[in-house]
């Protein structure tokens, strides 16, 4: 099967060439027609899968069929992403793929100056790709015109409600026209997602692909368990040792990340950058830029930060803290063994984890091999600590806006809870029908079982 059989005009194909892209991957493949075609999507895709492609490819074909007259601040296509890497990113991939077209896009995201942002809009604009935090002050000072906006993208929906995006989203939504094309792309479906799907999407058609390069083939996945005040040596001794040239090393806080650079570089002469929602926009772009160039070898990074972003050829992930939540491993992971290279995944677990590896264990259907390093053996004697969230402490995830380096206007921090957000419905019947429809492509979507190394 080739590109050419999905629907797509002469510039979008030859900008496809030219990226050397030879066949549809599974979501390009799946979604391409269906999106050219005007339907609703809903897509179970993880990075990593080509869905950036799968949705701005077709997009962009949509775009070119009609040349409406545009009025100031007025927007044909709104990609909603959760972080301003994976809007950057976004925007990257529109403007390779849309290379010989003519159209006008921008990226919209906090941590930078508004009025640049408030003076394109004025001029009327294609495709925007935005966070919802800035999107929705902008909306306030009346920056932007809605009505027009053909379709709506939510890109990585899950991990914008884990960031506590949903009031924001639903804002924006009432600010929309109710006849419009949506498409929803999100890793996980938790009931709150699912709310949200029956409330947006009609009748979509329900796009499910899985990873290309699943765990099992393509990563090798290693715990090594050492206590908790030797990881630093450890790390660096796995650095230095094996002679890796381009790690990417998870902490669980945005101190510990800070902390780590710093003494990774003070004790045993390894230079990295780190990459959090505390650094500054331009610091984030020069680290992850310094990063895919090699000038830095080691890229410390908190779960969101590290969101969707695309490293290609990425050969190594350490986990030098385990994540709270089994699916943020998923995703840790997924960073390396992309596009059919072997990737190599090292955790590096103290006895405060044990309980973290058993839940990502239960969770991946994995028994993940534990090597031992003699010289790093984990002394008997010290016993397990509760787990220290971030300095506040705690044990929930940072949830907080403010912590993932978007704007938090009002000082608003708040997530509804669990049980607020499953008493969440629908709101009109005809939203409930749909709802109910979904509700059952949903639930064989959770039946799915994650790619696991080795099942149990
Ligand atoms: P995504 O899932 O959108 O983050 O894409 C992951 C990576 O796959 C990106 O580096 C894309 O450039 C690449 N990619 C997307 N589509 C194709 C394709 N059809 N063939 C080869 N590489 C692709």
């Not at 972080?83 to 896009?105: D, F, P, W």
């Not at 009505?147 to 993208?153: D, Q």
């Not at 090393?249 to 929602?277: D, M, P, W």
Request: aromatic share 4%; hydrophobic share 35%.
């Amino acid at each position: 099967m080739s590109f050419s059989t999905l629907g797509l005009s002469e510039p979008l194909l030859k900008a496809i060439q030219l990226q050397g892209y030879t066949t549809p991957t599974p979501i390009q493949l799946k979604a391409i027609p269906i999106v050219i075609k005007g339907r609703d999507v809903l897509a179970a895709a993880q990075t990593g899968t080509g869905k950036t492609a799968g949705f701005t490819l077709p997009l962009l074909e949509r775009l070119s069929q009609t040349q409406p007259q545009m009025k100031s601040k007025q927007i044909r296509v709104l990609v909603l992403t959760p972080t301003r890497e994976l809007a950057a990113q976004v925007a990257e991939s529109i403007a390779t793929y849309g290379k010989y077209m003519k159209y006008r896009s921008m990226v919209i995201f906090g941590g930078v100056g508004i009025n640049p942002q408030l003076a394109s809009l004025r001029k009327g604009v294609d495709i925007v790709i935005a966070t919802p935090g800035r999107l929705l002050d902008i909306a306030g000072q009346k920056g932007v015109d809605f009505s027009r906006v053909e379709c709506l993208v939510l890109d990585e929906a899950d991990r914008m409600l884990d960031m506590g995006f949903i009031h924001d989203i639903k804002k924006l939504m009432k600010l929309m026209p109710q006849q419009k094309q949506t498409l929803l792309f999100s890793a996980t479906f938790s009931s709150e997602i699912k709310t949200l799907a029956s409330g947006l999407l009609k009748d979509p058609v329900l796009v499910e692909v899985a990873r290309e390069n699943t765990t099992a083939e393509q990563i090798s996945q290693v715990v090594h368990l050492v206590d908790k005040g030797r990881k630093r040596e450890l790390l660096a001794q796995l650095i230095k040792t094996k002679k890796w040239t381009q790690v990417l090393v998870f902490t669980r806080t945005k101190h510990g990340a800070n902390k780590l650079c710093q003494q990774l570089e003070e004790y045993s002469g390894i230079q990295s950058a780190a990459i959090h929602g505390n650094k500054s926009q331009g610091a984030r772009t020069k680290a992850l830029a310094n990063f895919k160039a090699g000038v830095v070898k080691v890229l410390v990074a908190t779960d969101i930060a590290a969101r969707g972003i695309d490293i290609e050829q990425l050969p190594h992930v350490v986990n030098y803290e385990l994540p709270n939540v089994p699916e943020d491993y998923v995703h840790r992971i997924g960073r390396t063994g992309r596009a059919g290279l072997k990737g190599e995944a090292v955790s590096l677990v103290c006895i405060d984890e044990h309980e973290l590896l058993k839940n990502i264990e239960r969770f991946t259907k994995a028994d993940i091999e534990k090597v031992d390093i003699e010289a790093f053996r984990p002394d008997p004697s010290i016993l397990a600590q509760p787990i220290q969230n971030g300095r506040g402490g705690g044990g929930k995830r940072n949830n907080s806006r403010n912590g993932n380096g978007n704007s938090n206007r009002n000082g608003r921090n708040k997530q509804p809870t669990e049980s607020r957000r499953s008493q969440e419905k629908p709101k009109n019947t005809r939203a409930e029908k749909i709802g109910t429809n979904l509700q059952a492509k949903l639930d064989n979507l959770d039946k799915r079982s994650p790619s696991g190394k080795r099942r149990r």
